[in-house]
């Protein structure tokens, strides 16, 4: 099962494969700010520390919401992110 781990807790929850990250952070009333909940809104931007290597890339949409968003390098939405392997991760600066 994949790990995640939040950087500002330091806290790492196991996270059933294929699971969107926005359900788990909602149902586990986890430390991570939504917003619109499909992507448009940027509020969810964050930034993968380490792990996420088997993550998909940006897609077009996303790409366009993380550039209004934030200037952090690398960044994702975390209501369009779903969770497939380990990683950290932290909000970016929005
Ligand atoms: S909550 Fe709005 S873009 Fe993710």
Redesign the pocket.
């Known amino acids: 099962m994949p790990k995640i781990t939040f950087a500002v807790t330091g806290e790492t929850h196991e996270v059933p494969m294929g699971t969107r990250f926005?359900d788990f952070c909602q149902e586990n009333d986890l430390p991570h700010?939504?917003?619109?909940?499909?992507?448009?809104?940027?509020?969810?931007?964050l930034v993968v520390t380490e792990g996420g290597a088997d993550l998909p890339p940006v897609g077009d949409e996303?790409s366009e919401?993380v550039e209004m968003?934030t200037a952090d390098e690398g960044a994702r939405?975390?209501?369009?992110l779903v969770v497939n392997c380990d990683m950290t991760i932290k909000p970016a600066e929005v």
Request: proline letters at 0%; glycine letters at 20%.
């Open positions: 926005i700010d939504f917003g619109c909940t499909v992507g448009s809104c940027g509020t969810c931007a996303e919401t968003a939405l975390g209501c369009l």
